[in-house]
């Protein structure tokens, strides 16, 4: 790793760079089944390297203008690495919660109602435009062990979708769910933030996925757009920004003793795609179907609003996913696998 990948100086242009990737990546948390970490990759976002700690005599000055390194012989402590992100990241962090909040001013309500094979069908697309990506992932490794392990992986993202989505289905009519503003509604939406958060680190899964798996998407999509226009309860946003930040401190601490997990957790995210594909296409939409009456032709308008909605977000899938392929890019497939230039040869 070169001098420029090891370092990185806390600039003007650096931190509002950081302020509006964080945006980006803030309003695509919400779309389900979104992957995140693939929309980093292609914004150039990988994710730190730490390596041996730099001789100082500053140790502070070390922190908030340099990086820290990490290496086998030399592993920073938990504090100082968390220290790195809040001098480094401060501004991605608070762009990633501005675009967080900016996605509920979508009247999704009205879109689901209105639209809703539209939303079905690019949720779908979503999945199966990654779902090919992540099915790479797993398959790269070179030893049995990781495929294995991958597969583990794909089951537990299977049984972890399926257990949550048929719960709470069971439970919940998602279509009618409501949410009263309150300390209960406020515990839930942390829990759901710590817990969708700390995937999101792991896999980039988004946040959006484990709210529709929930069944509290439109729930929590109806309170967030309260408080934009009418700026009421205003502790559900303190709530959500505390679950946001504690399960990324957990995540920067699994990630100490969890590396090496990029295949298991492409093994995950499919699970979570292949679960979705045939959750979505044999309960969901069967439920709208069943409501109209077979002789009903849909609007031409509403067949337009379809085709294009799943033609773009399956295009939106393959553009964040094709630099990770090594016939269409080698260089990024290259960097992205750690290959070296035989290695990529011979595959």
């Known amino acids: 790793m070169n001098e420029l990948e090891r370092t990185e100086k806390i600039t003007v242009g650096n931190t509002l760079t950081r302020l509006l990737q964080g945006a980006v990546l803030g309003l695509t948390s919400m779309i389900p089944f979104f992957q995140v970490k693939d929309l980093k990759e292609t914004l150039g976002m990988r994710d730190?390297?730490?390596q041996k700690e730099a001789k100082t005599d500053n140790k502070l000055k070390n922190i908030?203008?340099?990086?820290?390194?990490?290496?086998?012989?030399?592993?920073?402590?938990?504090?100082?690495?968390?220290?790195w992100y809040i001098a480094h990241r401060w501004s991605y962090m608070l762009g990633f919660f501005i675009g967080f909040l900016v996605f509920f001013f979508?009247?999704?309500?009205?879109?689901?109602?209105?639209?809703?094979?539209?939303?079905?069908?690019?949720?779908?697309?979503?999945?199966?435009?990654?779902?090919?990506?992540e099915l790479k992932k797993m398959i790269a490794g070179q030893y049995s062990y990781k495929l294995l392990r991958s597969l583990a992986a794909l089951f537990i993202g299977i049984i972890f979708s399926l257990v949550l989505a048929w719960v709470t289905s069971a439970l919940i009519d998602k279509d009618t769910f409501a949410l009263e503003p309150g300390m209960n509604t406020n515990f839930l939406l942390l829990l759901i933030l710590f817990f969708a958060s700390f995937i999101l680190s792991f896999t980039?899964?988004?946040?959006?996925?484990?709210?529709y798996l929930s069944s509290t998407f439109l729930a929590f999509s109806s309170l967030f757009n309260d408080f934009?226009?009418?700026?009421?309860?205003?502790?559900?946003?303190?709530?959500?920004?505390?679950?946001?930040?504690?399960?990324?401190?957990?995540?920067?601490?699994?990630?100490?003793?969890?590396?090496?997990?990029?295949?298991?957790?492409g093994g995950f995210n499919a699970g979570v795609y292949l679960f979705s594909l045939l959750w979505i296409g044999f309960t969901e939409i069967p439920k709208y179907i069943s409501?109209?009456?077979?002789?009903?032709?849909?609007p031409l308008y509403e067949t337009i609003t379809i085709i294009t909605t799943v033609a773009g977000c399956l295009l939106i899938a393959f553009m964040l996913?094709?630099?990770?392929?090594?016939?269409?890019?080698?260089?990024?497939y290259q960097e992205l696998n750690n290959l070296s230039d035989a290695e990529v040869n011979t595959r």
């Open 48 to 50: 730190k390297v730490f």
């Open 64 to 83: 908030l203008t340099d990086s820290i390194h990490e290496s086998e012989q030399n592993f920073p402590s938990f504090i100082k690495t968390l220290l």
């Open 106 to 133: 979508i009247p999704v309500g009205m879109l689901k109602t209105e639209h809703n094979y539209a939303i079905y069908g690019g949720m779908m697309a979503l999945s199966l435009g990654f779902l090919l990506y």
């Open 204 to 211: 980039g899964m988004s946040f959006g996925t484990l709210f």
């Open 228 to 265: 934009l226009y009418e700026h009421t309860n205003i502790s559900m946003i303190i709530f959500a920004l505390i679950g946001i930040v504690a399960g990324n401190i957990l995540a920067v601490f699994a990630k100490r003793y969890l590396t090496e997990m990029r295949s298991e957790s």
């Open 291 to 298: 409501k109209e009456s077979p002789e009903e032709v849909l």
């Open 321 to 332: 996913t094709v630099h990770g392929f090594q016939l269409f890019n080698q260089k990024d």
